[in-house]
Every structure is written in structure tokens, then in C-alpha cells.
């Protein structure tokens, strides 16, 4: 049977499945962008965020993806003569390692992917570089890992450091409590754990990360620019109004479930399926202890092909999962559970990704995998 857009398990780690109510949303007539109308529900999205970035910040919105939001951070905050710190541990981290560098002064703090950096390396050159700011990504979708963003910041707040952290693939799914932890620059984007088409960033800007941005510096991409706009519900440039309507409907729908009970809800499911592969005779790619719990990197078995196993599960099993990539490519494979993925899909997908690797000679611990998977659904 044909590969169906409209009818598969997608268990990509982003883009990620939407519910219907939100691509609904989107289902209306154009509407003016410097409206009254416009303005109220830019506004009431923009409380909505800050609930679920758990902040008192204003959080603005950019037509772009989620780098467009890392970039503006960097464009905002530095100059060549400012001292930044950042931590490539991952693909992504290594994104906001070359924007930093790009941008300002940047000293490079590197372990492997899917390895932290240690926290008294990282104490060691906050007190000698003496940074503006320090750019990382919490969670990288690249290896299925997460930095221990709150350590990091608190080491960040000693040393009077501002923290820009991306955590376009935490945030809606894993805690991230941006005012309690003290993140100054909080990227995300729309098509991750809040389950919204992709084409927006969303980004909270603290008080004192605003005090030390340049006005001047940047066109498009300026915070501040945005930041003067939020109150009275505008943007600087045309916002994506239609974006903006699937956005609020699936914050809502976040929020009606609970932040509490989405993070218990991503955590389980994470846990099942960590269990599941073990069960399976399968090793994780992260260290022991960083697992992410929005995206499961899992390495593959010996002589199994990335893309004709991946290629048999979308045309034998219409399962979508994602392989890996930059250094990793060919030798993991990943599996998404965020935002409103269930349990019975990623059992599923489990079933399928046991048969696809059975059939390429791997080695697996047939069946072994439902039982603990079993244990953590509700």
C-alpha cells in the first residue's frame, strides 16, 4: 500500500504531529495584522506563552524558524568586542557555538555529542573569560541528550553571565521554568513539543538581557524592536497571523492538559520507550543519566542501513522516524514523543521498528520490549 500523507505514525522528533483542532484554526479568511482584532489575540497568545515559558518576561514572536530566534539573540546581545561563551555538545549546540562566534568573542567549551561538559570546566572559564553571556542548547534532538540547563545557569547568575539558552525541543514538553532558573533569553519554535506548524520563534527576553542589548544593532532580526512591540499586541515586520491562531489553540490545549501532567505524560513515555529499547538488547546513544525525554537517540545494531531500515518502515509500516545526522548520520536512529504523540503510536511504531530490524539481521530479544513498555502507560 502507498506511503499516505494524511494517514501514517509520525514520530519524527519535530516536526512533530498536530492536533486537528490546531490545523482548524488555521481554516479562517485573511485578516488585517495591525487590526484592533489581530492585536488582542496577539496579545492573549502572548500570556499564554508566558505561562508555559513559566515567566513574567515579554515573550515575542518571530516569523522564522527556531534559528531565527537563535540568531536574533546573537545579533541583540553581541558585538565583536563582547566575550561570549558557548557549549558545542551536539548538532544544534553547535549552531549557537557559530552564531556566538559569528557575533561576538567566543571561547568554546566541546565534549562529544551526547556528552555533557564539565560544570568545573565550565566554572573555571566563567571566572577567566569573564562572558557576557553563555549560548547552549538544552535539549539536542540531534542525540536524544540534555545539558543540566539549570546547573548551568546557576553558575551562569555567580558569574554575572547572562544565559541565552535554545530550548526550542524542552520547552512544552521537559520543565523548564525560565524565571525560577534564571534564563535570560529563552528560544523555542513552533513545530516541536507545542505541536504547532513550523515557521515561528518564540522568545522571552528577561529585564536585565534587555538593559544589555543593542538598540541598533540588526534590522529584522532586533529583540528590542520586538520587545517595544508586545504590549499594544503588534510585531515590527508582518507577523504569520494564521501561525498565531494555531499557536493560541494549541497552547490552550497544552495548558487545559496541564504543564504538570504534559511533563509527567513526556516522561513516562520516554521511560517506556528507553525501557523498551533495553529490553530489546539496544543501546542508547547519550551518557547514562542525560537522556532526553522529548527524543529517544538510539544506536544502531551492527550491519543494519540507515535508509533501507528507515525506508522499510515508511513503505511497510508508515511509521515516520528520523535518523541521524552531521556525525552521527547512519549510526543512530530517533524516535519523537512530545507534544500529543500517544502511547498506543509509540507502541506501534515499537512493534514496527522490532520487525524492520529483525528482517535486517539484527540481533533483538523478540517481544521482550512490551512488558516494560506496558508497565509506564497509564
Same mark, same amino acid.
Given at each position: ?18 492536533? +486537528? ?118 535539549? *539536542? ?55 504547532? +506548524? ?23 532580526? &532586533? ?77 544502531? +545494531? ?42 498506543? *503510536? ?18 533483538? &530479544? ?11 502507560? +497509564?
Amino acid at each position: 500500500m502507498p506511503f499516505d500523507t494524511e494517514d501514517n505514525t509520525f514520530l519524527l522528533p519535530g516536526p512533530v504531529k498536530m492536533h +486537528p483542532r490546531v490545523t482548524r484554526a488555521m481554516a479562517v479568511p485573511a485578516v488585517a495584522h495591525r487590526g484592533t482584532e489581530f492585536a488582542k489575540q496577539s496579545q492573549e497568545m502572548n500570556r499564554l506563552l508566558q505561562q508555559v515559558f513559566q515567566t513574567q518576561a515579554p515573550v515575542v514572536t518571530l516569523t522564522g524558524s527556531g534559528t531565527a530566534g537563535m540568531e536574533a539573540a546573537a545579533v541583540s546581545l553581541l558585538k565583536k568586542s563582547d566575550k561570549v561563551v558557548g557549549i558545542d555538545n551536539g548538532k544544534f549546540g553547535n549552531r549557537m557555538c557559530k552564531l556566538a562566534a559569528m557575533y561576538g568573542d567566543a571561547t568554546i567549551l566541546k565534549a562529544e555529542w551526547g556528552q555533557p561538559v564539565a560544570l568545573d570546566e565550565l566554572e573555571r572559564t566563567l571566572r577567566t573569560v569573564k562572558p557576557k553571556a553563555l549560548f547552549l542548547t538544552h535539549n *539536542e534532538t540531534s542525540v536524544g541528550f540534555t545539558n543540566p540547563l539549570q546547573e548551568i545557569a546557576r553558575l551562569c547568575r555567580e558569574h554575572d553571565t547572562l544565559v541565552v539558552a535554545d530550548v526550542i525541543t524542552s520547552l512544552g514538553g521537559i520543565d523548564v521554568p525560565v524565571d525560577k532558573w534564571g534564563i535570560d533569553v529563552a528560544i523555542t519554535g513552533s513545530q516541536k513539543a507545542l505541536g504547532v +506548524p513550523a515557521g515561528l520563534a518564540y522568545v522571552s527576553v528577561s529585564e536585565k538581557a534587555l538593559s544589555r542589548m543593542y538598540k541598533d544593532q540588526g534590522f529584522y532580526l &532586533n529583540l528590542p524592536k520586538y520587545v517595544a512591540k508586545v504590549a499594544e499586541g503588534q510585531t515590527p515586520y508582518t507577523p504569520a497571523t494564521h501561525l498565531y491562531f494555531a499557536t493560541i489553540e494549541a497552547l490552550k490545549l497544552l495548558l487545559q492538559e496541564g504543564l504538570e501532567n504534559r511533563f509527567r505524560k513526556v516522561r513516562a513515555q520516554a521511560e517506556a520507550v528507553r525501557g523498551a529499547v533495553a529490553a530489546m538488547g539496544l543501546e542508547l546513544f547519550p551518557a547514562e543519566g542525560y537522556a532526553s525525554d522529548t527524543v529517544t537517540a538510539i544506536k544502531y +545494531p551492527q550491519g543494519v542501513d540507515d535508509s533501507k531500515f528507515r525506508k522499510a518502515l515508511k513503505d511497510t509500516h508508515s511509521l515516520i522516524i528520523a535518523g541521524g545526522q552531521d556525525d552521527v548520520k547512519g549510526k543512530i536512529f530517533r524516535i519523537g514523543h512530545m507534544g500529543t504523540v500517544s502511547f498506543v *503510536e509509540l507502541a506501534g511504531g515499537l512493534a514496527a521498528i522490532e520487525t524492520e530490524l529483525v528482517r535486517a539481521g539484527a540481533k533483538v &530479544n523478540r517481544g521482550a520490549w512490551l512488558a516494560p513498555f506496558q508497565d509506564r502507560m +497509564p
